[in-house]
Structures are given as structure tokens and as C-alpha cells.
């Protein structure tokens, strides 16, 4: 079972930009389809953005895609989430997972995931 541990949430105000971060131990890594959700309160956990093990393809939600970013340093174990242009909405933990199959948006494919960071952003 691999170990994911996020990071690089915080309190930012409305159009900021944040880097969130995760860092995978104890599985190869470039194996591993890697993808973003996230969870406000009283809300079910959403799909936010996959990456493929060898960054050859990616997914992401119709709510974001043009302000965030999904990316992966093989070579670091990390995988990074860049999101932009910030908004009351996209409020909530983040949390990082990770499959051994193929890129999926469905969170029950996952086998492997973080705790989650925090991003709140005020308006």
C-alpha cells in the first residue's frame, strides 16, 4: 500500500493561485494513475483532475478544467495540482489517490489516499 501525504493547502482570497503537492511512498510510481478530489462541507467527495503514470493523458472536471492543472514529478514521487484564478466554491479538503490501473474518474477505482489539505478560499 503506498503512503500519499498532501500538501500546500491554505486561507487565500478570491482569483489567488495555489500549488498543492502529494507525495507517494512505497509503491513505483510511474505505475500509478494519480488524480485530485475533493470534499466541502456537507458535500460528497468530487473528481477534480487524473494523470496517467507516465503523463500521457489526464482528466479533469468540467468545474475546473480551465483554471487548474494536473502534473507529476516521476523522478520526485509527487504529483501537483495547480489551481488558479480561485474561487469561493472550490473551497474544501483536497485529497490525492492512486491506482495501479488505468486513469479513472471514479473515486471507488482508487485504492490509495491521502489525508487531504485544506484550501478555503475568502471572498
Known amino acids: 500500500q503506498a503512503q500519499l501525504v498532501e500538501s500546500g493547502g491554505g486561507l487565500v482570497q478570491v482569483g489567488d493561485s495555489l500549488r498543492l503537492r502529494c507525495v507517494a511512498s512505497?509503491?513505483?510510481?510511474?505505475?500509478?494513475?494519480m488524480a485530485w478530489f475533493r470534499q466541502a462541507p456537507g458535500q460528497t467527495r468530487e473528481f477534480v483532475a487524473a494523470?496517467?503514470?507516465?503523463?500521457?493523458?489526464?482528466y479533469y472536471s468540467d468545474s475546473i478544467k480551465d483554471r487548474f492543472s494536473i502534473s507529476r514529478d516521476n523522478a520526485k514521487n509527487t504529483l501537483y495540482l495547480q489551481m488558479n484564478v480561485l474561487k469561493p466554491e472550490d473551497t474544501a479538503v483536497y485529497f490525492c489517490?492512486?491506482?495501479?490501473?488505468?486513469?479513472?474518474?471514479?473515486?471507488?477505482?482508487?485504492?490509495?489516499w491521502g489525508r487531504g489539505t485544506q484550501v478555503t478560499v475568502s471572498s
Open positions: 489517490a492512486g491506482t495501479s490501473g488505468l486513469i479513472t474518474f471514479r473515486d471507488s477505482d482508487y485504492i490509495d
Open positions: 512505497g509503491r513505483t510510481f510511474d505505475s500509478y494513475a
Open positions: 494523470i496517467s503514470g507516465r503523463s500521457t493523458a489526464t
